[in-house]
C-alpha cells in the first residue's frame, strides 16, 4: 500500500548500519492501527545490507540517502522531506506498539493548543525488561528544570506539530550526541511537553554503538547549556536553574578530566565554572 499523498502524519526514522534490527521498527510503524501516515527513513550512509533491506519495502516507505553526516542531520533530513501537519520521530533500534499513532493523534485532535507530547515507555535492555529509576519519570507540562539534569524526553516517544519548529529549530548538527537533550531543553523552556501517560514505545538498549554509550557525553551538554544560556530564551529564574546544572557538571566533567591525566582539558572546564554566576 503506497503511503498517501497528504497525511497526517509524517514519520521520520533515520538510521545508520542498523541491518540487524531495523526490520523490527519499520514493522512496527507499518503495523499502527492508524494509517493517515509517510513512513521517511533517512539513511544516514551505511556500510552494511541496511539499503538492501530498506529496497524491500518498495514504496510503503520514502527512502533518502545521504553521506554520512550523524543523527541531527538525518533527522533534519527527513523533518524537511515530510510533509504532513504532525512529526513522529522513531529510532531504528526501537520500536512502537500498535495503536501509537492513534492515541498520540487523537491527543492532538482534543488539544488544540499542545504542540508536543510524549508517550511512556518500556524500557528493554539486552533483551530484558528492566524498570526505569525515579529520575527517569517523566514529568508532563513545563518540564524544563527537571530536564536539565538529564534528558526526560526521548524522541521515539514524540509527536510534533510542524509549526514546533518554526518556534525552536531544528535539531543541532554540530552535536554528534546529546542533540535530543539539546532541541528539548529549548522546547520545554517555553512550550509544555505534554505526556500520555501510556506505555506505547518500546526502548531498546544496551547495544554498542548507541550514541548513549559514548563516553564524555557531558561535553555536549556542556555545550548544549552554554549554547541555551548565552540565547537569551531564559527567564531569570530559568537560567539561575541552568547556570547551576551548569556548574555542576563541568565541576564532574572537569574532575574526570584530571583523574585521566587531560589537565589542560580539565583547566578549560573550571574556567567555564567561573564565567556563570547567579543573577538576581
Request: net charge positive; proline share 4%; hydrophobic share 40%.
Given at each position: 500500500?503506497?503511503?498517501?499523498?497528504?497525511?497526517?502524519?509524517s514519520?521520520v526514522?533515520?538510521?545508520?548500519?542498523r541491518g540487524?534490527?531495523?526490520?523490527?521498527?519499520?514493522?512496527?510503524?507499518?503495523g499502527?492501527?492508524?494509517?493517515?501516515?509517510?513512513?521517511?527513513?533517512?539513511?544516514?550512509g551505511?556500510?552494511?545490507?541496511?539499503?538492501?533491506?530498506?529496497?524491500n519495502?518498495?514504496?510503503?516507505?520514502?527512502?533518502?540517502g545521504?553521506?554520512?553526516?550523524?543523527?541531527?542531520?538525518?533527522r533534519?533530513?527527513?523533518i524537511?522531506?515530510?510533509?504532513?501537519?504532525?512529526?513522529?520521530f522513531?529510532?531504528s533500534?526501537?520500536?512502537?506498539?500498535?495503536?501509537?499513532?492513534?492515541?498520540q493523534?487523537?491527543?492532538?485532535?482534543?488539544?488544540?493548543?499542545?504542540?508536543?507530547?510524549?508517550?511512556?515507555?518500556?524500557w528493554i535492555?539486552n533483551?530484558?525488561?528492566?524498570?526505569?529509576?525515579?529520575?527517569?519519570l517523566?514529568?508532563?507540562?513545563l518540564?524544563?528544570?527537571?530536564?536539565?539534569?538529564?534528558?526526560?524526553?526521548s524522541?521515539?516517544?514524540?509527536?510534533?506539530?510542524r509549526e514546533?519548529?518554526d518556534?525552536?529549530?531544528l535539531?543541532?548538527?554540530?552535536?554528534?550526541?546529546?542533540?535530543?537533550?539539546d532541541?528539548?531543553?529549548?522546547?520545554s523552556?517555553?512550550?509544555?511537553?505534554?505526556l500520555?501517560?501510556?506505555?506505547?514505545?518500546?526502548?531498546?538498549?544496551?547495544h554498542?554503538?548507541q550514541?548513549?554509550?559514548?563516553?564524555?557525553?557531558?561535553?555536549y551538554?556542556?555545550q548544549?547549556?552554554i549554547k541555551?544560556?548565552?540565547?537569551?530564551r531564559?527567564?531569570?529564574?530559568?537560567?539561575?536553574?541552568a547556570v547551576?546544572?551548569l556548574?555542576?557538571k563541568?565541576?564532574v566533567y572537569?574532575?574526570?578530566c584530571?583523574?585521566r591525566?587531560?589537565v589542560k582539558?580539565?583547566?578549560r572546564?573550571?574556567?567555564v565554572?567561573?564565567?556563570y554566576?547567579?543573577?538576581?
Amino acid at each position: 500500500m503506497s503511503p498517501p499523498d497528504h497525511p497526517t502524519v509524517s514519520i521520520v526514522m533515520p538510521t545508520f548500519n542498523r541491518g540487524w534490527l531495523i526490520k523490527d521498527a519499520i514493522d512496527s510503524v507499518l503495523g499502527q492501527t492508524y494509517t493517515d501516515f509517510e513512513l521517511i527513513v533517512v539513511d544516514d550512509g551505511s556500510t552494511d545490507r541496511t539499503r538492501d533491506i530498506l529496497s524491500n519495502y518498495g514504496d510503503r516507505l520514502h527512502l533518502i540517502g545521504q553521506a554520512n553526516r550523524g543523527v541531527s542531520a538525518a533527522r533534519n533530513c527527513g523533518i524537511g522531506a515530510s510533509t504532513g501537519r504532525l512529526i513522529a520521530f522513531l529510532d531504528s533500534d526501537d520500536i512502537w506498539l500498535p495503536n501509537k499513532l492513534a492515541v498520540q493523534v487523537s491527543f492532538f485532535e482534543h488539544n488544540h493548543s499542545a504542540l508536543i507530547c510524549q508517550t511512556d515507555e518500556i524500557w528493554i535492555r539486552n533483551g530484558m525488561r528492566v524498570n526505569p529509576r525515579k529520575r527517569h519519570l517523566k514529568p508532563s507540562g513545563l518540564i524544563f528544570e527537571p530536564s536539565l539534569v538529564l534528558c526526560l524526553v526521548s524522541p521515539s516517544a514524540v509527536m510534533v506539530r510542524r509549526e514546533l519548529f518554526d518556534e525552536v529549530g531544528l535539531f543541532d548538527e554540530e552535536l554528534p550526541a546529546c542533540e535530543d537533550y539539546d532541541l528539548w531543553l529549548r522546547v520545554s523552556c517555553r512550550i509544555p511537553i505534554h505526556l500520555i501517560g501510556m506505555p506505547l514505545t518500546v526502548k531498546r538498549g544496551g547495544h554498542q554503538d548507541q550514541l548513549s554509550r559514548q563516553d564524555s557525553l557531558d561535553k555536549y551538554r556542556i555545550q548544549s547549556l552554554i549554547k541555551l544560556i548565552e540565547s537569551g530564551r531564559l527567564t531569570i529564574s530559568q537560567r539561575n536553574a541552568a547556570v547551576i546544572i551548569l556548574r555542576k557538571k563541568c565541576a564532574v566533567y572537569a574532575n574526570g578530566c584530571l583523574k585521566r591525566g587531560r589537565v589542560k582539558e580539565a583547566i578549560r572546564y573550571t574556567n567555564v565554572i567561573q564565567g556563570y554566576t547567579l543573577v538576581e
